[in-house]
């Protein structure tokens, strides 16, 4: 009998072959939930500082695009010198199967970079941040809703609709103030 993968898509899965999440086991190890956290908040404050290093090279080079495309290619090659260190890459992209959209990611980040250049310098990194974190939250929310991309189904409730609903009052207040 061939033995079932506990996974799918990357994910762990339970008997069901449903994908499960691990910070709702009962047994899921503290100290790595904590280091998820600890990426996520140095990868969120790298977001202002991403944003005015990209205004100034806007100001040397002279448009945003341009300032986003340079970082991009910046980006590119320090993720490819990475990935060529860990697995062998060309053969890694040949070989990767999935949906058609799994490859538009990288429009996206260059919308949301050229965005924040041209946001950071009108509005500041402080409204800049709080706009967007407010909406990340909720795409973030109907995309769980939904099961969009992959993500397993988590419903809108009332309490995380006042927790978006509190962050645009948040974002309301430091545009304002």
Request: aromatic share 10%; hydrophobic share 55%; charged share 10%.
């Amino acid at each position: 009998m061939a033995k079932r993968s506990r996974f799918v898509d990357g994910w762990p899965t339970n008997a069901s072959n449903q994908a499960v999440d691990l910070a709702e086991k009962p047994g899921y190890q503290s100290g790595m939930k904590s280091m998820y956290i600890l990426i996520a908040m140095v990868a969120g404050m790298l977001v202002p500082m991403q944003a005015g290093i990209n205004v100034r090279l806007k100001q040397a080079v002279g448009d945003a695009a341009t300032s986003a495309m340079i970082s991009f290619a910046v980006g590119t090659l320090a993720l490819a010198v990475w990935c060529g260190l860990h697995r062998p890459l060309v053969q890694t992209v040949l070989s990767a199967r999935g949906p058609w959209w799994m490859w538009t990611g990288g429009f996206f980040g260059a919308f949301f970079v050229a965005a924040t250049i041209l946001l950071a310098e009108k509005v500041g990194a402080g409204s800049m941040l709080a706009w967007i974190i407010a909406s990340q939250l909720m795409g973030g929310l109907l995309l769980d809703h939904f099961g969009a991309f992959g993500f397993a189904v988590r419903e809108i409730s009332p309490i995380r609709i006042l927790g978006v609903g509190l962050l645009i009052v948040g974002a309301i207040i430091v545009q304002r103030f």
